[in-house]
């Protein structure tokens, strides 16, 4: 009887472990058939397969990702930053990063300055190096009147190597790339 037990129990666990790989299969299959769809320019296709492969795989933090841009795309702007809030919570820190990123962009986007500002920031936090985070967030803070902080960013993004920034800075600020002057010592 135990023999038939753990048979049992062995067939089932089998079983469990093949259903969960066919469902990870069926995931990434619609993933990437909507990934096929997205780059060929049928968004709304796209959107309707990453959806599948988010119903197979709740935790696909890529398909988030892709539908959130598809979404932006289509400019249903309030669903993108669900998905790029969905790819925060999924993804690992390289996707949480690019998640708060595109999540300010479309912040940015729809005129909420204020509230993409944070999500740089968390992007920045994430990866130090993300000169285009850097960029945005310069963006968000000029747009709020921070324009100490604008210049900052920029400087930050150009070093970095966004040209964007760089150009913007060697328009207005020619002198960027020069220390900034010593503070006044005791006399």
């Known amino acids: 009887m135990k023999r038939i037990l753990s048979f049992t129990f062995a067939v089932a666990a089998l079983m469990l472990l093949t ?6 299969e069926s995931a990434n299959s619609y993933f990437n058939q909507g990934f096929e769809k997205h780059l060929k ?3 709304a296709g796209a959107v309707t397969l990453y959806t599948k492969a988010i119903d197979q795989n709740p935790a696909f933090a890529m ?15 309030p669903e993108a930053i669900s998905d790029y809030s969905m790819v925060i919570s999924c993804g ?3 996707f949480k990063a690019v998640g708060y990123y595109n999540r300010g962009v479309v912040k940015n986007m729809i005129g ?5 500002i944070p999500d740089f920031s968390q ?12 960029f945005h967030r ?10 100490t902080g604008r210049l900052e960013d920029f400087r ?31 006399t």
Do not use: H
């Open 19 to 24: 259903v969960s790989i066919a469902l990870a």
């Open 41 to 43: 320019g049928d968004i």
């Open 92 to 94: 690992e820190p390289y």
């Open 156 to 186: 930050q993004a150009a070093l970095l190597g966004d040209i964007n920034a760089e150009k913007w800075l060697n328009t207005y600020f020619p002198e960027w790339r020069q220390p900034p002057p010593l503070p006044p010592g005791p």
């Open 63 to 77: 398909a988030y990702q892709m539908r959130g841009a598809a979404e932006q795309q289509l400019k249903k702007y």
């Open 138 to 147: 310069g963006i968000a803070k000029s747009k709020t009147g921070d324009l």
């Open 112 to 116: 909420e300055f204020s509230e993409a």
């Open 123 to 134: 992007a920045i936090e994430l990866d130090k190096k993300m000169a285009v985070a850097f």
